[in-house]
């Protein structure tokens, strides 16, 4: 779990150290992302959230909070194909981790493992490239679609 008190010292670090404004929606934005851990949460998404707070916040300020906290490195941006952009915190020092992609109700699950490290290394060095990361999404049918089960 995150520790939310750490990751709202970060930010307002970061943002300071860019002579970016410390603003209350913009903390509660990172603090939605820390209580949502795991999820991949569309502007859409946030908007419902933080307004919940902030009835008068319009969805063009928390799209522009999104694109700056992407341009920071903050969170991650990230696309299953629906044509929706989704986004999730950056998990710093660690691999991009993986995503199960449901076609029929959209669902979204995280894979931890990295099994790709050594083709990875294997790729680098044959063609002489410096691999930074990898993103890997596989596309298919969760359990629950698979059944038949309904997501209420």
Request: aromatic fraction near 10%; charge should be negative; charged fraction near 30%.
């Amino acid at each position: 779990m995150i520790n939310v008190k750490d990751r709202l010292v970060f930010l307002q670090e970061k943002l300071t150290s860019k002579n970016y404004r410390v603003t209350p929606q913009r903390l509660l934005i990172m603090e939605i992302f820390c209580q949502h851990e795991g999820a991949h949460l569309s502007a859409e998404d946030i908007y419902r959230l933080v307004s919940q707070q902030f009835p008068d916040i319009g969805f063009a300020t928390v799209y522009r909070t999104l694109e700056l906290f992407a341009k920071m490195g903050i969170i991650e941006r990230v696309h299953f194909g629906d044509g929706k952009n989704r986004y999730e915190l950056t998990q710093h020092g660690k691999h991009a981790h993986h995503h199960l992609i449901c076609i029929k109700c959209g669902g979204v699950a995280e894979v931890d493992e990295d099994l790709l490290e050594k083709l990875e290394r294997a790729v680098g060095e044959e063609y002489q490239f410096d691999i930074l990361d990898h993103q890997v999404k596989f596309y298919g049918y969760c359990q629950r679609c698979r059944k038949g089960d309904t997501h209420d």
